[in-house]
């Protein structure tokens, strides 16, 4: 089963949390269990130490042609058919439109969300046009370049062409500040000659089941620099970054890395972090290399893919940014966007407030999704979540058509449709269904909801943003006697107390090797140089106390 985004969230939360006990191993049973209690993720949702989720639900893209379509309508070579990984058998609307774009030659800036399968926009057609060049017996030569910001993104992608290119001719390599000179310096698993696709996968499943990190690299890849720039060894797809692309252009050993190049594509990936200064040298990059490869603008297919490069206030600035950053007509421009399938929801039926408590039928719901036998384990919480049982047949579409007819899955749909604290809709929730809605039953269809599919799409498609931090510092009071009260922050005992500013609120640390607890504070007028405390304002009886700073002027 995929990763359910709700369930995997709160896995990451729990055991952030767990960690975050460890740093302040109490040995005195007051302040551990407070802690303990402090840090449970009910509690913590409502602390300093956590923001969120924020939650969205995704919408489903509409579906465009078929893989098969392609082929026959000469967008794809055919034999993109046994490349493309054969569990696709369409492209998403968007990605259909960016394809035949790039196939026609035309300047493409494709915008759309994570997870929308920007990368596949154009390295289809780059590689159908190096099975077409392998084909027809073309001169080696460098066919695409594709540029990342970073290297992760660069390392990502190769991996994945290492899986989709084993076996089938098409060359490809990586060269960023971390390439290897020498053949003899690339380290990991080669290939054999001759080895198809399907070697591959093998070797590359002994290696993981065997707990092996080793890079398993094709035939195909190309994994020195040294092989790179030797005549006719080029690879055809080049992935590197920009300060190393500026640097092939001026360094002389480098210069047979572009001999023959043909430069039929120039991608730029996460375009929209190439702005101001970055973004102007940049341009002046693209120009140079199309100059130093003996191509003009017409020649080379520039595409580029961001997530938040559209503007919905103008329209026309994601065109006008390609324009200017690819040196091409803006009317010459195809922007992708986004295009979604129709939600069809019947909500007809008003579920009653769950009979068990909310953060138990959490747990279960989450437990449900990753048992051993998820079938019979969602059909449970199904029935405490809304009081009637799924109807026979297969699960998930049984879950699927049911949610649809409940009124708050259809409520939270809705809500949702823009990034929300959870905690900010149960308002507008009891609302729409006329009673409270608590937070973790809110979770539970959320979980459930991702979880539900037909025809391979979930019926909900949660995106969670999370945002958690350690503890900065906890600090306690005395407020009856000498019962300590522990606190997360002192920002957040202030908030509690915010006329109490001249409480003694001391840091408190722990040694992590006995649990021994100790206070860290700065006093007026502190001294320890006896065998006593000297200083500070005398008391009745002789006694002394010293007034706490919040500023490291004082004694420790």
Known sequence: MAINPISYTEKIVRSFLKYQLSAYPFADQRLHDQMRDLLSIDKVRRTPLMRGPYISLSRGFREGASIDQLVAEGVFHPHMRQIIPGAIEHVYGHQEQALRAVHDGQT??????????????????????????EAEGANPGIVAVIVYPMNALAEDQLDRLRGLLAGSGVTFGMYVGKTPEEEKDVSGHRMQAGSSRADYEAVLSDYRDAGRPDAVHPVEEVCSRAKMRSPGKQPRILLTNVKQLELLLTRQRDVELFEGARLDFLVFDEAHTFTGTSGAETACLIRRLRQFCGKDADHTTCVATSATIVDEQDPDAARNFASRFFGVPAEAVVTVREEYEEDTWSPSFSPPAPSTDPRELLLNALAAIDSADPESAVREVYVLLTGKALPSGEW????????????????????????????????????SVGREVSEEELLAYLTLGAAALKDGRPLLRPVVHGFIRGISGGVVTFPSGNEPKLWLSSEQELAHHPDADKAWRPKILSCTTCGQHYFASHLKDFHFTKSRPEGGQLAEGGAAFWEALDVVNGGN
């Open 108 to 133: 493409t800036l494709v915008s759309t969300g994570t997870g929308s399968g920007k990368s596949e926009c154009f390295m289809y057609p780059i590689i159908s046009r190096c099975l077409e060049l």
């Open 396 to 431: 998930k579409e049984a879950l699927f058509d049911e949610l649809r007819t409940s009124k708050l899955a259809a409520a939270i749909r809705v809500s949702l449709m823009c990034p929300r604290e959870l905690y900010l809709l149960l308002g507008e929730l009891q609302t």
